[in-house]
Each structure stands twice: as structure tokens, then as C-alpha cells.
């Protein structure tokens, strides 16, 4: 694949941009080489600067569940932007998608939006510790959400392809408040709550974990902490910045029957747009300003062009509920397809799977945590990304990634992928 563009334009993005990239995932430090450069997608496509088309199996990072380009979306987008793109005053959109948000998912009352997940996960933390008048949040090894201090010590994703899960720059101030539990132990939960129990404002979880690869809770993980939690006043936080509106419309809440005190939202309720969300039980919500002392504001929270946008893929998830049922068969299709390519080449490895969220290990299994997540290996990874990647299909460029599914996916591109997987499996094992 010929990419002449992509690579200057490279060259040029790392003289004016850090590593060349506005978010450090997409730099391909995981799996080596240079990154596309995308010009336009569409469906289930993208198309780089070079011309080359590849099957999407990023949607960026979550939010094109329907696929990139959905007409309804981009006239609502197109026809809200005549009318100004942001006025920084109340507007029907909000209260639209408001209203739509807290009739559909159960426990959220109240929500506010913001203008990403990482706003959307400070602004939750904040409120839990003014709520409870409490410092500590246990979060867990391999869980990532968003760059705030608090959460960058020992994070997945982004965070992860720099080799040093923590980051310089945040304080041993914010750092001693900020307690790593293991993902799927909740023994490590309790000892973290018996050794400071009157002062944990928080427990944070993606309810499933998207940002170490995919890892589903076990059976009784999620109940367990909704019990740990109300034993000990703490505010369960789940971070559906990636689940939700993707594992069912209600989110994991639904698929788990689990109902958290608060929930952060992102990614599909943007529809691509920058949207951030927190919500959950009134009396938790009351404290956030201007009705309680918890302060959080933002510019551009709620303009017309992300409401527009969110409402609108919303809407149409709402009222097309088989899109679901369309993306498990197809999820269920790649997942067969790739674990039998894998099986029949001898290769050892871990498949998870949660509606379209697929995180493929390449390592003894089961895979329920960071430390087995971290097992993987990652040059296999690498030569495996860059096989697919030159026959077509562009697959999340790290490990600590999940596959994110879009309903464009037609039949005809999951058999493409399938053989691409499998030419690129043949090809690696036979240089081995
Ligand atoms: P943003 O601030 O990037 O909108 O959302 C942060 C966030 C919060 N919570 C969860 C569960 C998330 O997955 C994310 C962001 N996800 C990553 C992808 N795994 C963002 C990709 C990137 O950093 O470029």
C-alpha cells in the first residue's frame, strides 16, 4: 500500500504537533511504523491520503456505532449549524437530550453534559467526594478514564503505549488519593476499603473494561461492589464512556443489572461530536452547581452541534433497537471466524467478547485482569496489526484496545476481514 502522504504529512505534523499527533494512541507507538492519514470515511470505511481504503474497525474509538458519515447526522449536524454553532444559552437540544437520557437508562434522574469523557469523569469524582465529604477514589490497575491527575496512575489505554502507566506531572498530592485495586478482585477492593473506609468518596470501574483490551466483569464482580458500596457510603461510579449506547442502549447497567449511583457518558452520545456526560441519582446530581457548592461549568457544554448530532444517532438507536441484534451476529461472526483461524494455526490466545466490543490476547487464557492482559504478546500483536493493515482492515494499533464494531459492517466486509486474517496468520507463521 502505497503511503507517500501520509508519511510527509507525518513529517511535517512532528515539527508542529507533539509525536505529530493530538492524542497519543493514534501515533502507533504500540505497533511501530507510521500512521495514516485519514481524509475522509464513510460507513464502515476509511479512505487516507494516499487513497487507500480500509474496513473501520476503530469508529473512532467508539463513537460511530452506526458508521462514519450517516446521512441523518450530518443533516442534522449541516442544518443546525445555519442557525450558529453555539450561543452559550440554554437551548431545547439540552433539555431534548436530557430528557431522552434520563427516560431510557435507569438511575439517572439528573445528567449534565460536558465536552468529553474526561470532563465527564472529573466532574463525577468531584461530585462523589463533595457528596460524601470524602477524599479517596479506588479505581482499578488497566481501567482508564481520561487524562485527569486523579486517574493517571496506573491507566490503561493512551496511557499504556507509553510504557509508564503513571505520568509525571501529577502530584504526590493527587497521586495519595487515587487507589489501584485489581480488576475482577473484589478482595482487592474490600482491603482498600477495610484500610481506609471513612475516607473512599469513590469507587470508578468501566463496568467493561475497553482500555486494557476487552475484559468482561466476572460473574457477581459488579453486585459485589454495588454491595461493598452501600455498606460503607461510597458513590459507585460506572464509566460507560465506552459501554454506553454500545453494549445495549440501556448500557452494562442493563446488560448486568447493576445500577451505580452515577454514570459518565462519551464517544457514541456525540455521534463523533465532543460530548462528555455525567448523570445518576438526584440527590447525588443536587450538588452540582448552580443547584449545589460542587462547581463545573464548560463553554461549549451542550452546543446546538453535539446535541444535534447525539440526538439524532440516540434517537436512531432508540428507535431502531435490531441495530444490536444486527452488531452481536456480526461480532459473534468475527470472533468465530478469527478464534478458528487462530486455533487451526496453533496459535495460543484469549478471546473476549461483549456485544461489539472484541479484545483478541495473544497469550494463555482466561484474560481477566491487567496482569493478564499484560501477558500478550505484543510483537505478535504488531506483525498481526501491520498484516491487516496493508490488506485493508484497520484494527486498533494497540493491545490495550478494544475492537469497536460499527452496524455498517456488511457481510460481504466481516468475509474480507476474515480472509485478510487469515492470509495474515498464514503468512506469520510461515516466516516463524
Ligand atoms: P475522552 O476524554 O478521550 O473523550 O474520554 C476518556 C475516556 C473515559 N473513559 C473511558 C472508558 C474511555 O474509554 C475514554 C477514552 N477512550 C480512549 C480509547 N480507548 C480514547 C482514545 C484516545 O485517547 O485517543
Given at each position: 500500500m502505497e503511503n507517500t502522504n501520509s508519511k510527509a504529512l507525518f513529517e511535517r505534523a512532528q515539527k508542529v504537533i507533539p509525536g505529530g499527533v493530538n492524542s497519543p494512541v493514534r501515533a502507533f507507538n504500540s505497533v511501530g511504523g507510521s500512521p495514516v492519514?485519514?481524509?475522509?470515511?464513510?460507513?464502515?470505511?476509511?479512505?487516507?491520503?494516499d487513497g487507500n481504503k480500509y474496513i473501520d474497525f476503530i469508529g473512532s474509538w467508539g463513537p460511530m456505532l452506526l458508521g462514519h458519515a450517516d446521512p441523518d447526522i450530518v443533516d442534522a449536524v449541516r442544518e443546525t449549524a445555519l442557525g450558529s454553532t453555539s450561543f452559550g444559552a440554554p437551548t431545547k437540544l439540552e433539555v431534548e437530550m436530557a430528557e431522552l437520557i434520563t427516560s431510557s437508562v435507569q438511575g439517572i434522574d439528573k445528567i449534565r453534559m460536558v465536552n468529553s469523557g474526561t470532563e465527564a469523569t472529573m466532574s463525577a469524582i468531584r461530585v462523589a467526594r463533595g457528596f460524601t465529604d470524602k477524599n479517596k477514589i479506588i479505581k482499578?490497575?488497566?481501567?482508564?478514564?481520561?487524562?485527569?491527575?486523579?486517574f493517571l496512575i496506573e491507566a490503561g489505554s493512551g496511557a499504556l503505549t507509553m510504557g509508564q502507566p503513571s505520568s509525571p506531572g501529577v502530584t504526590e498530592g493527587t497521586a495519595k488519593d487515587t487507589l489501584n485495586a485489581d480488576y475482577n478482585d473484589i478482595n482487592s477492593v474490600k482491603e482498600l476499603v477495610e484500610a481506609n473506609s471513612d475516607d473512599i468518596?469513590?469507587?470508578?470501574?468501566?463496568?467493561?473494561?475497553?482500555n486494557m483490551g476487552c475484559i468482561p466483569p466476572v460473574n457477581g464482580f459488579l453486585q459485589d461492589l454495588r454491595a461493598l458500596s452501600d455498606e460503607h457510603n461510597i458513590v459507585l461510579i460506572f464509566d460507560e464512556v465506552m459501554t454506553g449506547f454500545r453494549v445495549d442502549f440501556e448500557g452494562a447497567q442493563k446488560v448486568y443489572g447493576v445500577t451505580a449511583d452515577l454514570v459518565t457518558y462519551g464517544k457514541i452520545i456525540g455521534a463523533?461530536?465532543?460530548v462528555g456526560a455525567y448523570g445518576g441519582k438526584k440527590e447525588i446530581m443536587e450538588y452540582v452547581a448552580p443547584t449545589g457548592p460542587v462547581y463545573q461549568a464548560g463553554t461549549l457544554s451542550g452546543n446546538p452541534l453535539a446535541m444535534a448530532a447525539g440526538l439524532t444517532m440516540l434517537n436512531k438507536?432508540?428507535?431502531?433497537?435490531?441495530?444490536?441484534?444486527d452488531l452481536e451476529r456480526k461480532s459473534a461472526r468475527i470472533a468465530e471466524g478469527?478464534?478458528?483461524?487462530?486455533?487451526?494455526?496453533?496459535?495460543?490466545?484469549?478471546?473476549n467478547r461483549v456485544g461489539s466490543m472484541i479484545g483478541l490476547f495473544y497469550c494463555e487464557g482466561p484474560v481477566t485482569s491487567f496482569a493478564d492482559a499484560n501477558r500478550t504478546d505484543k510483537e505478535l500483536f504488531s506483525k498481526?496489526?501491520?498484516g491487516m493493515l496493508k490488506r485493508g482492515v484497520y484494527l486498533p494499533p494497540s493491545p490495550f484496545e478494544a475492537f469497536f464494531l460499527s452496524n455498517a459492517l456488511s457481510d460481504?466486509?466481516?468475509?474480507?476481514?476474515?480472509?485478510?486474517?487469515?492470509?495474515t496468520i498464514e503468512e506469520i507463521s510461515i516466516k516463524n
Open positions: 492519514f485519514i481524509k475522509r470515511a464513510e460507513g464502515a470505511y476509511l479512505f487516507d491520503e482499578f490497575k488497566g481501567c482508564y478514564h481520561g487524562h485527569g491527575d486523579s468518596a469513590a469507587i470508578i470501574l468501566e463496568p467493561v473494561a475497553g463523533g461530536l465532543p438507536l432508540k428507535n431502531n433497537p435490531d441495530v444490536y441484534e478469527m478464534t478458528k483461524t487462530l486455533e487451526a494455526h496453533g496459535i495460543t490466545f484469549s478471546a498481526i496489526f501491520h460481504d466486509d466481516i468475509e474480507l476481514t476474515l480472509n485478510a486474517f487469515e492470509e
